[in-house]
């Protein structure tokens, strides 16, 4: 639309997308309200919108992850939480431990990567497991405790939403909702977490492509929520001496494809503690909106991921070097 296009000529082109059997979404970019008009009919005639009092301009969208790309939104999308402007031009630094395992462990932790300079705490208290014999999180406790450690420190909290018919319940005490590597193509899920006006942090499946990453975002777009950041987390390869291969390129692969904030976990990606901080700077310096990183006041004690987990000084330190990389790209941490 034109920038100065009234409601009621926006609200023409909205009535006129649904009478063609198309679903309206309403964008802004640019200081433009952008129409998305997704599944139109065949008959539909571009050339009628062109003619529309304070329509602009009218194009087609060709990539098949229409409301995602940068075609329909060339202004990179700002999430913001609690305060956290996530895809601006701060990185937004995530952390906290895998798993909530205690009141103790959670307050210790947040307090700490609060100190360092974390905008948002990171725990999963659902927790995804290859084995069901291993450790399957605190559940509902697990949320209580996040809250209580959000209450105490002021930072908003993100953690994991594994099925449907938990959403409404994580959505109540998560400021971002994860949905899982394993579940970046549960489409009930996906289904489930568009429906809700919460940010959702969509991980990208260990197996799965770039394309497929962004269809799956789609899903969650197409709902109406519009709130999706993507994170990296590693892909599987050949290479057995890390738990996952960190595929950087896609980082500003992403950030050209997509208008969503882009999110690094080298901890998942490498599975090393050793191995955190180089792969958060140069993730940064790829030009990544965010970390989120695991950490543990004790790791050789955690119940899970222990071995990519960072102790709360090595977190710290980090942190200081990551300001000089941030610095360089023209960033802030
Ligand atoms: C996690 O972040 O807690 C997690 C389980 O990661 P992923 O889904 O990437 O394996
Ligand atoms: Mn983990």
Known sequence: MEPGATAAQIGTVILTIQKFGGTPHTLHNDNRTVIAGIGLSEAIEPGMFTKMVGVERV???HQPYKLASREIK???TVINVEGAAIGGETVIIIAGPCSVESRQQLLETAWAVKEAGAKILRGGAFKPRTSPYSFQGLGL??????????EATGLPVITEAMTPEMVPLVAEYADILQIGARNMQNYGLLHAVGRIQKPVMLKRGMMSDVQELLMAAEYI???GNYQVMLCERGIRT???MTRNTFDLAV???LK???HLPVIADPSHATGRWDLIAPMSRAAIAAGADGLMVEVHPRPEEALSDGPQSLKPERFARMMTSLQQVAQAVGRSL
Not at 141 to 150: C, N, S, T, V
């Open 59 to 61: 194009s087609g969208i």
């Open 238 to 240: 050949f290479n057995k």
């Open 221 to 223: 777009l197409s709902g």
């Open 256 to 258: 050209q494809l997509t």
């Open 74 to 76: 060339t202004e990179s």
């Open 251 to 253: 980082i500003p692969l």
């Open 141 to 150: 406790k697990g949320l209580e405790l996040l809250a209580e450690a959000r």
